[in-house]
């Protein structure tokens, strides 16, 4: 087998490891996303949480307050009702009004804590309806995942086993420019030589359809060395099925040409 032959089974092998693996991966990436998402919800619940628990302790301290208010008005109420002088009377009075206003103040801002505290509330349940939501696609894709992983194992396994068959006939050079190529172009790492005009010789790269030299195409229908495209640098290769066309062709050739030389 040569070179070439050898690397094209190598790859064939890759392209399905690839396609397996490929699928494997997009199960990753949907759960990671999902995983992504739920903390996502997770950190939102915990901000609100934490905002919700200061308005509480907010709430029950300006309700502490507005009774701390009321208990001073009254026993200003009581000491008003006592005093003997109408100066001592208007003091009060003044007293005790501007307690009221502080209390209408405090009782302002704690309705707008209640206020603010329902909507954080709603806020949390929507949220928590999400997470739970979140955590069955989270929970499906974990499964999904897992499911493709189990499919795969014993096929990976074979063609882990092809690949170190395949590679025990890569020369080290040639196994250099593949793994380069890879890097490359994974997708497109070898391509196909493709016959467009036999008559006229005319072959093409299976890659990106340029027109390529018959010297390019004679070093692998007779050695296989490792040959590139001169314009996408993908490592070119013959199907079986035109090489083995391509030489009957040949052979008729020669054959009809010996005739007419007997004759």
């Known amino acids: ?31 990671n996303e999902q995983e992504r998402i739920l903390g996502q919800l997770d950190a939102q619940a915990a901000t609100i949480s934490a905002q919700l628990k200061q308005l509480e302790a907010s709430a029950h301290n300006d309700e502490v307050e507005s009774k701390s208010f009321e208990q001073r008005i009254e026993s200003l109420r009581e000491r008003m009702n006592n005093s003997r002088t109408s100066k001592e009377h208007s003091a009060i009075l003044t007293e005790i009004n501007t307690l009221k206003a502080d209390r209408g103040l405090v009782e302002e801002r704690a309705l707008k804590s209640m206020t603010k505290t329902d909507e954080l509330r709603a806020e949390v349940a929507k949220i928590e309806e999400q997470r739970v939501e979140r955590r069955k696609m989270r929970d499906i894709a974990a499964a999904d995942r897992d499911a493709r992983a189990a499919e795969i194992k014993e096929r990976l396994a074979e063609l882990d086993t ?81 090489r083995d066309s391509i030489s009957d062709s040949q052979q008729k050739k020669k054959g009809g040409k010996k005739a007419v030389n007997a004759e």
């Open 162 to 242: 092809e690949r170190a068959a395949a590679l025990a006939g890569v020369p080290a050079t040639a196994m250099s420019v593949y793994q380069a190529r890879l890097l490359e172009d994974e997708e497109n790492a070898l391509a196909p030589v493709e016959e467009q005009d036999r008559r006229n010789m005319e072959y093409t790269c299976g890659s990106c359809c340029t027109h390529l030299p018959i010297e390019l195409v004679s070093i692998l229908l007779k050695r296989g060395d490792i040959t590139r495209c001169p314009s996408c640098k993908a490592i070119l290769y013959m199907e079986e099925t035109l």
């Open 1 to 31: 087998m040569g070179v070439t032959a050898s690397l094209v089974r190598l790859y064939r092998v890759d392209q399905q490891r690839r396609g397996l693996s490929g699928r494997l991966r997009t199960a990753e990436s949907y759960l």
